[in-house]
DNA sequence: GTCTATACTCTGATAGAC
DNA sequence: GTCTATCAGAGTATAGAC
């Protein structure tokens, strides 16, 4: 449902998006079921389908909800600002979306996984282009010597991949870890002395 | 089929899995099909079946296969060698597992994405025993001053972050980096730099 | 060992009563 | 708006001929 209209309409679209994200992120695209998604949701099938015309369109709902989300973090990078506290502001509001947001980022992991059937077209276009701005940015700074020489493209992937860590292999890293163990307060530390004695300059 | 006995069952099994590797990389195990696997295997669905007594089956083989090997890099780690040369030379086998069998990588992220239904018992088994470890040692160059002293563990989770992204994340790299780059020898160069900053004993 | 045919279950989606 | 009933197709697995 595109543009709900009625309260009760809200809610249970609401409702849906918030099962199929649990499903989906965990199964996959095709792993994942409407049976599955309505029992979640407490619905049944045909009335899941009454908000929804279909499993593409409910999974394509979540795609587009994250997509404008996800990277205002990114868009977030102040050129004005500080670069190393630039920098590790990002890091820290990229942490905080695995550590609250990890379903997201797990359904997200998923399709690009598949090769991204779904989304291929937003991460070479607005995706792109929004890093490609980005990153000269930081080339500015580095060329000005406020921060270390490093292949930016690489450093805004290095961000992605050590904080979606946490949150796309969760269970690996809580069962290596044991008890006792808070994952996402660790990371934070570490990921703070990483990126600065990479990019403090020299 | 655990022991192939004749020459013909001996490539039937192997096309099978290469083939499974193929899809249960790219879909999960619920989003993958025998029609699919027979198809890529050149076989009908029945005679794969005949090698394999169900789909479940032919998935523990590949996780089973997968996690003998995945691991020798970190088992290779010499206590007895240069700290820095040898974290060196682990991330460096490891970004070359990355490159050279991508699709491995990705059925494992596939597996731990799903919650690790199946190979939960290993993980918390042999691979937290490994790199316990390992840690320890690490712990002990620490001490001696010959390594920068960062949380072991969280090392460990880096150097798997990093290198996997670029096997995991594939796609995403190459649409965001564009044409004209080669992502694995980039990748390379830049994690040197990082592990070097931070890690060299200041 | 390999195939065709098929049994049976699951899944996405629709019809139609209330 | 929501439900029961149901369909058509896909999916795993088996039977049995060759």
Redesign the pocket.
């Known amino acids: 449902m595109t543009k709900p209209r ?1 309260r ?2 809200e809610k ?1 679209s609401a409702t849906i998006l918030e099962a199929a994200l649990d499903v989906f992120s965990k199964q996959g695209f095709r792993g ?4 599955q998604i309505a029992d979640v949701a407490g ?5 899941l ?2 908000y929804f ?4 369109a409910v999974h394509k709902a979540l795609l587009e909800r994250l997509l404008r989300t996800w990277l205002d973090p990114l868009r977030a990078l102040d050129p004005k600002g500080d670069p190393l506290a630039e920098i590790m502001a990002y890091v820290r509001r990229k942490l905080e979306l695995s550590r609250d947001y990890p379903r997201e980022s797990r359904l997200f992991a998923n399709e690009i996984l598949q090769g991204a059937p779904r989304i291929m077209e937003a991460i070479s276009g607005d995706l792109k282009t929004l890093v490609d701005e980005k990153a000269a940015v930081m080339e500015r700074w580095m060329s000005e010597g406020r921060l270390a020489r490093v292949p930016p493209h690489h450093l805004i992937f290095s961000i992605w991949a050590l904080t979606q860590h946490y949150a796309d292999f969760d269970v690996q890293v809580r069962a290596v870890l044991g008890t006792g163990h808070d994952p996402f307060t660790e990371a934070g530390a570490f990921l703070e002395t990483l990126f600065d004695r990479l990019l403090r300059a020299a």
């Open positions: 009625t009760i309409q249970n994942a079921t409407l049976d619905l049944s099938k045909p009335n389908l009454y015309p279909s499993k593409e």
